[in-house]
């Protein structure tokens, strides 16, 4: 079966400090990720896409980049936090082709301070 | 954990009661449609999701209808338990893309 490994689960950082949160899926091979952030009483906000090993579509321009170097690894990255990057990020994993739902991780509470 | 959703809508039901959490979606386009369940400080989980080839769709407990004419999705749970406490989202697809749309949630509380 598929799993899907997020961390860490919290993360305080100063403000002006670098960030790298990492996701890995397990079980699957060439699946969809993606990196969501998740305000309180908000839906989901997409901010990445990867189709593939160095791929990667951005949603919403700001002071947050992806990478993916391996197949099953996606990395959300920042090098100078700002306080408004603090949030709920999700990663999430789905198959190639239609009629495929997202499966996420338990996500990373990031606070900057 | 994530205190996601402080100020979302709240159905507020009887345990052993069968609850409806109603969802409008937006685009026309759309032709797949999911429910997840949010526990606190979780990610969203897949409960059910339905084509819109389909009417209705049945899993264990929970129902989803599909009502393309209005743009509207509803999640029937039966016999509501306390751990079907949750926030529950709604997600729409439209096939050849790789954007999915979230609603914004509904928090359901179960009442003993």
């Known amino acids: 079966s598929q799993t899907i490994h997020q961390w860490p689960a919290t993360l305080v950082q100063p403000v002006g400090s670098p960030l790298s949160l990492e996701c890995t899926v397990e079980g699957t091979s060439n699946p969809n990720l993606y990196w969501y952030r998740q305000a309180a009483g908000r839906g989901l906000q997409l901010l990445f896409y990867?189709?593939?090993?160095?791929?990667i579509s951005s949603e919403v321009p700001q002071n947050l980049s992806a990478s993916r170097p391996q197949d099953r690894q996606f990395i959300l990255s920042s090098k100078k936090l700002l306080l408004s990057d603090s949030g709920f990020y999700l990663c999430a994993w789905g198959r190639f082709g239609p009629n495929s739902p997202l499966h996420f991780g338990n996500g990373t509470r990031l606070t900057v301070t | 954990g994530e205190s996601v959703g402080l100020h979302l809508p709240t159905l507020s039901v009887q345990e052993g009661d069968n609850s409806i959490i109603n969802c409008a979606y937006s685009?026309?386009?759309?032709?797949?449609f999911i429910w997840y369940k949010q526990e606190s400080g979780k990610g969203p989980q897949f409960i059910i999701d339905?084509?819109?080839?389909?009417d209705k769709r049945q899993g264990q407990r929970v129902t989803v209808l599909l009502n393309k004419t209005v743009k509207h999705l509803s999640l029937q749970i039966a016999a509501t338990q306390p751990g079907d406490s949750a926030v529950y989202f709604c997600?729409?697809?439209?096939?050849?893309?790789?954007?999915?749309?979230f609603g914004t949630g509904t928090r359901l509380k179960v009442l003993a």
């Open positions: 339905i084509r819109s080839n389909m």
């Open positions: 990867s189709v593939g090993i160095g791929q």
């Open positions: 997600a729409e697809n439209t096939s050849g893309t790789y954007k999915y749309i």
């Open positions: 685009n026309s386009a759309s032709d797949y």
